[in-house]
């Protein structure tokens, strides 16, 4: 949804609130993972982005606190099977703190042109976040994808319950990555026309290309703990 008033005039608690501060790197150290929460909570962050090991340490860092936790499930490669995700997200919604989940489709089975079976995966899913009243960020892994490929993704998202769409992991390797492009988030949300939430996430280390995509009415964006600060405007 386009802002009321241009990124450029608001102050840093309400860009904070565009962010998901990424705390996902895999070779993290339980300090690096308090470290890097304790800053999305100092930032302002709308969420700290973990993976569900680091659960336990997020809830009790954000407790009492404007921050909120998302957690990855499935993540990056999005390939359990139907009920393993399910059964993965049925657990996760219920820890403290958790109010929204990042998981990702199968994007092999995107490109296979089988989205009938994306849509029933993902719509269980949405169900099961939904009666825990967690909201269900979808990861296309965009870059893995053709554009007719996206925006066809994008219809089938929406059709099966998802709040969010989302372009990327940060993970993927298969080939170039540009993740929040600005010239596909503009496709994106034009094909989206309201009927969803965008977050933008993936190559987003400028100020600049932080503030256009508010602009531009992206809801919300997975920033990489280094790069908070600088979004943010912040001295470093």
């Known amino acids: ?6 990124a450029i005039e608001m102050t840093i608690p309400e860009l904070a609130r565009y962010i998901d501060q990424s705390v996902l790197k895999p070779e ?12 999305g909570i100092e ?6 982005c973990i993976n569900p090991s680091a659960l336990l340490l997020a809830a009790e860092l954000t407790r009492g606190t404007d921050t909120e936790i998302c957690v990855v499930s499935d ?8 009920k393993e995700r399910l059964y993965q997200v049925e657990q996760l919604c219920r820890y403290e703190g958790v109010t929204e989940l990042d998981i990702v489709a199968n994007y092999g089975k995107i490109r296979s042109g089988m989205y009938e079976d994306v ?53 993927y390797t298969g080939g170039p990555t540009k993740g929040a492009d600005i ?10 026309d309201g ?10 280390r400028t100020r600049e290309h932080f503030l256009t995509l508010i602009d531009m009415g992206v809801d919300r964006m997975g920033i990489g703990y280094r790069s908070t600060p600088v979004v943010l405007g912040l001295p470093l």
């Open 43 to 48: 930032f302002g962050c709308k969420t700290v």
């Open 1 to 6: 949804m386009k802002p009321d008033k241009p």
């Open 195 to 204: 009927r969803c939430k965008v977050k933008g996430s993936g190559n987003i």
């Open 28 to 39: 993290f150290t339980d300090q690096d993972i308090q470290t890097y929460i304790e800053e």
């Open 75 to 82: 993540f990056p490669f999005g390939l359990g099977t139907e």
């Open 183 to 192: 010239e596909l988030i503009a496709k994106i949300i034009e094909r989206v």
């Open 119 to 171: 849509k029933r995966d993902i719509a269980g899913i949405a169900n099961a976040c939904h009666a825990h009243g967690v909201q269900l960020k979808t990861i296309m892994e965009t870059d893995a994808l053709t554009l007719d490929e996206i925006l066809r993704t994008v219809d089938v998202l929406i059709e099966a319950g998802s709040d969010f769409v989302k372009t990327s992991t940060g993970f």
